[in-house]
């Protein structure tokens, strides 16, 4: 089973709109981490986001916020007054502890086109 | 389950050995693959791009020498890190690009500790 799910292989939004990109994810554990990379087209993978499991205030960084509901396992990325410069890849990841180390996993990405 | 295997996914190693990390794709063919390094801000970089049958493209700042890639057949790259440094303790990942699906699968990186 996946366990990293991002439903929206592509969204389109308009310049200075917001956007929620979806992400929802199965594990376990108490304890986890989930975090939202963007990829442009450089290939680098850009951090940009971060939300622990029991943390209780969503977290947010500059315009983007996480929209963390741990009960429904889902952690949507919502990125405020979309700029062209937000047109890329963006992918949800699950950090999660076991016995050989924290085990990073991806989603599948969704790549997102913000139009003038 | 899992389309991209990486293994090992933790390894501790003494200063001055070579460690090998490999990425394999399980049920697609991957003429390119990708590894990155993460750091503490978790950005993840791009530390080099590999391509089945010919020599990797490394970024910038990235020594080729010292992080060996291999890409001999369309299921499998490794990664070598050579006389391994403590400072070159860090989460190696790498992704696969199934271009049939048009998707890219990531591995679930691999922990090096240089002692």
């Known amino acids: 089973a996946q366990k990293i799910t991002q439903t929206q292989p592509g969204m389109f939004v308009q310049e200075k709109e917001a956007v929620t990109l979806d992400c929802t994810y199965d594990?376990?554990?108490?304890?986890?981490?989930l975090f939202w990379y963007k990829q442009p087209s450089s290939g680098e993978m850009i951090f940009l986001i971060y939300?622990?499991?029991?943390?209780?205030q969503n977290a947010t960084e500059g315009r983007y916020s996480l929209n963390f509901q741990k009960a429904r396992k889902s952690a949507n990325l919502v990125i405020s007054a979309s700029q062209l410069g937000d047109s890329a890849m963006y992918f949800c990841?699950?950090?999660?502890?076991?016995?050989?180390?924290?085990?990073?996993?991806f989603g599948g990405g969704t790549r997102l086109m913000v139009k003038p | 389950g899992a389309v991209v295997s990486q293994h090992p996914s933790r390894v501790i190693c003494k200063s001055g050995t070579s460690v090998k990390i490999e990425c394999r794709s399980l049920?697609?063919?991957?003429?390119?693959m990708f590894w990155y390094r993460q750091f503490p801000k978790q950005s993840l970089m791009l530390m080099a791009t590999?391509?089945?049958?010919?020599?990797?493209?490394?970024e910038q700042g990235v020594e080729k020498d010292k992080f060996l890639i291999n890409h001999a057949s369309l299921t499998l790259s490794t990664l070598t890190v050579t006389s391994a440094h403590p400072e070159d303790s860090s989460f190696y990942i790498c992704?696969?690009?199934?271009?049939?699906?048009?998707?890219?699968?990531f591995g679930s990186g691999t922990q090096l500790s240089v002692l």
């Open positions: 049920d697609f063919q991957a003429t390119t």
């Open positions: 992704s696969a690009r199934d271009t049939l699906r048009e998707r890219l699968f």
């Open positions: 939300q622990g499991s029991y943390d209780e």
């Open positions: 594990t376990s554990d108490q304890s986890y981490g």
């Open positions: 990841a699950m950090r999660e502890p076991n016995n050989a180390g924290n085990m990073l996993t």
């Open positions: 590999s391509n089945e049958g010919s020599k990797a493209t490394y």
